[in-house]
């Protein structure tokens, strides 16, 4: 299985957020415990100095169950007549709320933080605040209030200066929430003034293929990727550390493109080029693998390189410190992968067991790998277990149109069974 981008990425400077339903702590059972969370609360506002705010959001993470009921707390104590909370404790409670996947409370604090700091006009706070805010507004798929914000950042007044970058990252934001709310040829126009401003600048055209990406133009998104990819060989003027961040990342867009086209010959070559500029990364040595074995092609070296996915993932899983015994289990991705490619060897006794791995995790309980489990199922003989497992995929089934293809493909076997069980 090949672990498919979303349709949300992130600029030079983004949070690496990955959007997840938010998690609901509750609130503390007794009176003597919520005044010794508020208490907890109210001395965030003593901290002061970027390393200890830092510091106090690392050691706050590390107590997740506590620290979401001091959330719970803190949140309800913004309501309060009198705001309890001065600048560095909403800071560091936004950003600790991210840590603990909490995004509508982590949304609450940053609002604060950005209200307080256009008080203060502070221009350091105000790029904090707004930076956070909008990247937790796009990620949170939040497309309108991450635009609506976005325009009123641009529109501050900025005399000495201090908010030029972040005025560049929030009309990149623009330009992406209003892609994706499929207002395309606007977010494209916004691109084309960009590059009157820039000229020819290999972000300004990843940004564009981004636009298009999100209206589903896929060939046009690859040439625009394609241009990128050429600019950055002919910017001289770039670090290697950002010439290779942006031409990895760009080739494993195109690669996942070239896929999506059935343009399988690209496919390949841009999956070879990553694995040569990094051989042992776990996911490029998957996606190969999975895609080769998908369309029946080097099978025998499809295998060898998903099992090496598997191995380099579970080195560095077992490198973790701290890990615990439940996180101790390989990727079920990968286990799919694994599965399917000695289903198209036709070793489904084997396929079996691996498959049935992979959806026992909650990352497995995916329509793409349940349908590959109803198949193997299938292939034994075992049709009962095969309508099961494919039964599973439709209620696993998203609404992407990936999913959708899936979806329908699982349909018609199930009416092939069907059919093929009437007397």
């Not at 502070?122 to 790029?127: A, C, D, F, P, Q």
């Not at 099978?299 to 380099?312: G, S």
Request: glycine letters at 4%.
């Amino acid at each position: 299985m090949v672990e498919v981008r979303l349709g949300s990425r992130y600029a030079r400077t983004a949070l690496a957020l990955l959007f997840l339903v938010a998690v609901g702590a509750a609130g503390p059972g007794t009176g003597e415990v919520t005044d010794s969370l508020r208490q907890k609360a109210l001395a965030l506002n003593d901290v002061t100095g970027a390393q200890a705010i830092k510091g106090k959001v690392k050691a706050l993470a590390d107590d997740p169950a506590g620290t979401r009921r001091l959330l719970a707390t803190a949140v309800r104590m913004t309501k309060e007549k009198e705001q309890p909370f001065n600048y560095n404790a909403a800071y560091i409670l936004a950003n600790v709320a991210i840590d603990l996947e909490d995004y509508e409370s982590s949304e609450a604090f940053f609002r604060l933080c950005a209200s307080q700091a256009e008080e203060l006009k502070s221009g350091t706070k105000l790029v904090e605040s707004y930076y956070g805010l909008i990247t937790l507004l796009n990620a949170s798929k939040k497309y309108a209030e991450s635009e609506k914000l976005c325009r009123r950042f641009l529109e501050m007044e900025d005399e000495e200066g201090q908010l030029r970058k972040l005025k560049a990252f929030a009309m990149q934001e623009l330009i992406r929430s209003i892609a994706k709310q499929k207002r395309t040829d606007e977010a494209l126009k916004l691109v084309d003034n960009l590059t009157k401003i820039r000229g020819d600048d290999f972000f300004i055209v990843g940004l564009k293929a981004e636009v298009l990406h999100d209206a589903e133009r896929f060939q046009d998104e690859a040439k625009a990727y394609e241009q990128a990819l050429d600019l950055i060989a002919k910017d001289k003027a770039l670090e290697k550390e950002e010439r290779e961040y942006y031409t990895e990342k760009y080739r494993y867009f195109l690669a996942g493109l070239f896929v999506e086209l059935k343009q399988l010959d690209k496919a390949t070559a841009q999956f070879k080029a990553l694995l040569a500029a990094k051989p042992d990364n776990a996911t490029y040595n998957n996606d190969l693998g999975y895609v080769w074995a998908d369309h029946d092609q080097n099978l025998d070296e499809a295998e060898k390189l998903i099992r090496k996915a598997i191995e380099e993932e579970r080195k560095k899983r077992k490198a973790r410190k701290n890990l615990k015994p439940e996180e101790d289990k390989d990727n079920a991705a990968f286990l799919d992968s694994l599965g399917w490619v000695l289903y198209k060897k036709k070793k489904y006794q084997d396929a079996k067991p691996v498959l049935l791995e992979a959806v026992r995790d909650k990352g497995g309980q995916h329509a793409e790998i349940f349908d590959h489990l109803g198949d193997v199922h299938m292939a034994l003989g075992e049709k009962a277990e095969a309508v099961a497992a494919w039964k599973k995929a439709l209620e696993s089934s998203g609404t992407a149109k990936r999913d959708l293809e899936r979806k329908a493909q699982v349909e018609k076997k199930l009416k092939q069974h069907q059919q093929a069980a009437k007397p």
